[in-house]
């Protein structure tokens, strides 16, 4: 079998664009981290209720500072404002092109149709969005 020099430049940005997509991923999970630890510094959360919630263990009734902590890493992330609004069009950038309309409607069914606390929002938010089958989960945000 004979391989010619354009296979193995195909080949070669193939894996170039691969390892730049590895590096790319690490760098969001070191940043999202580093969010996450700062938010719990900043509102004095205790780190074992935070670590239920990255398990999927939400609380019918959640403290007040795990929710405090919920809002500050979505902000952190570039996911919400202060004020509750959710960034729609920064998480959908965040996906494939093909996925974007499914990720919407997703992200869609969870967001708040009425006024409540940012806080509750967040929470709320992301108790819903990690109970969706998805291919992006909250990990790539929380």
């Known amino acids: 079998m004979e391989v010619t020099g354009g296979a193995l430049m195909s080949l070669f940005i193939s894996c170039v664009v691969?390892?730049?997509?590895?590096?790319?991923?690490?760098?969001?999970?070191?940043?999202?981290?580093?969010?996450?630890?700062?938010?719990i510094e900043e509102t004095r959360v205790d780190p074992d209720m935070v670590m239920r919630?990255?398990?999927?263990?939400?609380q019918n009734k959640?403290?007040?500072?795990?929710?405090m902590w919920t809002l500050c890493t979505l902000m952190?992330?570039?996911?919400?404002?202060p004020?509750?609004?959710?960034?729609?069009?920064?998480?959908?950038?965040?996906?494939?092109?093909?996925?974007?309309?499914?990720?919407?409607?997703q992200i869609d069914k969870c967001l708040s149709k009425k006024a409540i606390p940012p806080v509750d929002i967040a929470y709320n938010f992301v108790k819903c969005y990690?109970?969706?089958k998805t291919n992006y989960t909250l990990v790539s945000i929380i």
């Not at 730049?20 to 938010?39: M, N, P, S, T, W």
């Not at 952190?76 to 404002?81: D, Q, V, Y």
């Not at 950038?93 to 996925?99: A, F, G, L």
């Open 53 to 58: 919630v990255k398990k999927g263990k939400f």
């Open 83 to 105: 004020q509750g609004v959710y960034k729609f069009d920064n998480a959908l950038s965040r996906v494939p092109k093909q996925d974007a309309e499914l990720v919407g409607k």
């Open 130 to 132: 990690n109970k969706i």
């Open 76 to 81: 952190k992330s570039g996911l919400m404002t």
């Open 18 to 39: 691969l390892i730049q997509a590895q590096h790319q991923l690490e760098d969001e999970i070191y940043k999202l981290k580093r969010h996450q630890l700062e938010c």
């Open 62 to 67: 959640p403290d007040v500072l795990l929710k």
